[in-house]
């Protein structure tokens, strides 16, 4: 099967994104599994050459995926020419950054969903910028699953040790309880059943964690098992999903991790990403599930403290994009 064309969206200009592509490029892994289109600006790119310290890579700006060469050597860019290099600072968080980052995500969507690319794989944004910028999303998942029209979506990360989804995102830890009902759980354990099905072509075993310590001890420690994780549950089980819950977080994530589960349902960001990262870090991947396409992105973010010191490791992003090129070949199987 021919290499899938994967999209890869540049990121915040002041970020630590455009010199891990070229990072990626130089390392060489990904083009024996993809040929590889950046969605950025050319002019960038080429200051991230100079930061990475890659004298041997190329960057061929293009206006679009017909024209591009796939060299090892030679980053074929699709150039919005959006974001002037004089006016970006490494490490500073910039209006003009998080508008063009958002632009990047645009285009790529619009090729994806043109069929012009295989997937879209994502270099970190920031947040604040790009809500200075005027985008009132959270960030990348939310503003693909709108441009899609995609009601059902979650966030699942996957590692070699561990494999996680979130029923809840980017929110306030004061907010989750708010958000942690029947139906957002149920439909997490359904999306997480049907991504494992088709990835792993094999009934997953699915772990869900308790919100509250001890899984709530039956109430004694807060209500939210009883009331909705755990009638959740019931319902999936009725459904013939393989699924066992809650269980008290302090503990499900090393049964995962030994074996027990394929993957595991965690209520909030921090209580799915704290193990992963620990196992994990810079060797997970964020896939969004239930988009029309593939799309992946970096378990890390803009690394504005490191920003254009050349100290920035690509292997998440190398990792996003053999992600996304063998979901691209499960999917067309």
């Known amino acids: 099967m021919d290499r899938p064309i994967v999209g890869v969206t540049m990121g915040d200009a002041a970020g630590i994104g455009p010199e891990i592509i ?83 995500l645009e285009k790529a969507i619009k090729l994806a969903q043109n069929k012009e690319i295989d997937a879209i794989a994502t270099a970190p944004i920031n947040k604040e910028a790009i809500q200075k910028a005027g985008y009132r999303f959270q960030g990348h998942t939310e503003m693909l699953a709108k441009r899609t029209k995609t009601k059902k979506y979650a966030m699942m990360f996957v ?59 039956s109430g004694l420690f807060g209500k939210e098992e009883k009331k909705h994780i755990i009638p959740a549950i019931a319902e999936a089980k009725r459904a013939g999903i393989n699924v066992k819950g ?9 049964l995962a991790n030994v074996g027990m589960f394929d993957i595991v349902i965690a209520m909030y960001h921090d209580q799915g990403l704290i193990p992963l990262k620990l196992l994990s870090f810079n060797r997970s991947v964020n896939v969004t599930v239930g988009l029309p396409f593939v ?14 010191k050349g100290w920035a490791n690509p292997t998440s992003l190398i990792e996003a994009i053999k992600v996304a090129s063998n979901l691209v070949k499960t999917r067309k199987k």
């Not at 074929?76 to 958002?102: F, H, R, Y």
């Open 159 to 217: 590692s070699e040790s561990l494999w996680v989804m979130l029923v809840t995102t980017h929110l306030p830890l004061k907010d989750v309880s708010k958000k942690i009902s029947k139906k957002s759980v149920l439909e997490k354990i359904k999306l997480a059943h049907e991504a494992l099905l088709r990835i792993k072509h094999c009934k997953p075993k699915i772990g869900v964690a308790g919100l509250n310590p001890h899984a709530g001890e």
């Open 22 to 104: 070229v990072k990626a490029f130089q390392n060489g892994e990904v083009q024996n599994f993809a040929r590889i289109v950046v969605i950025g600006d050319a002019r960038i790119m080429r200051n991230a050459v100079t930061v990475a310290k890659a004298p041997n890579i190329t960057i061929n700006p293009i206006r679009k995926v017909a024209e591009a060469g796939f060299l090892r050597n030679s980053i074929d860019v699709i150039d919005l020419e959006n974001i002037d290099p004089s006016k970006v600072k490494a490490g500073q968080l910039s209006k003009l950054c998080g508008k063009a980052s958002m632009e990047f």
């Open 295 to 308: 799309r992946t992105s970096v378990d890390h973010g803009t690394g504005f403290d490191i920003a254009g």
């Open 246 to 254: 809650p269980i008290s977080p302090d503990g499900i994530f090393y």
